[in-house]
């Protein structure tokens, strides 16, 4: 199972950015999978997810502002991100729960592969 991350970059406050994961070794239709970020001297916190029946959740901080989505075609899942703040800055991970019976936790110790992160960074 791989996962590479893309899409990161400099913004302005009130700016967007889309992330990308691009996977390969598993069907992201049977499984869940989510985004977390961890920024300096912090814990890593899942902000968005969305399991295999599609169910979706969000942290409270970035509803209404992010948007997780994935193409199972494309193998890939996305995170559109508005109105960016100086707090999103974090390096940001794709992660798959690919277990039985995963749920489309926030907790980051449910999902058992990685991505190598991409930074966002806000100004």
């Known amino acids: 199972v791989q996962l590479v991350e893309s899409g990161g970059g400099s913004v302005q406050a009130g700016g967007s950015l889309r992330l990308s994961c691009t996977h390969s070794?598993?069907?992201?239709?049977?499984?869940?999978m989510g985004w977390f970020r961890q920024a300096p001297g912090k814990a890593r916190e899942g902000i968005a997810s969305?399991?295999?029946?599609?169910?979706?959740s969000y942290k409270d901080s970035v509803k209404g502002r992010f948007t997780i989505s994935k193409d199972n075609a494309r193998n890939t899942l996305y995170l559109q991100m508005n109105s960016l703040k100086p707090e999103d800055t974090a390096m940001y991970y794709c992660?798959?729960?690919?277990?039985?019976?995963?749920?489309?936790?926030?907790?980051?110790?449910?999902?058992?592969?990685w991505g190598q992160g991409t930074q966002v960074t806000v100004s």
């Open positions: 969305i399991a295999s029946d599609g169910t979706i």
């Open positions: 070794g598993y069907t992201s239709s049977r499984h869940c």
């Open positions: 992660a798959a729960d690919t277990g039985r019976y995963c749920t489309g936790s926030l907790l980051d110790y449910q999902y058992d592969y």
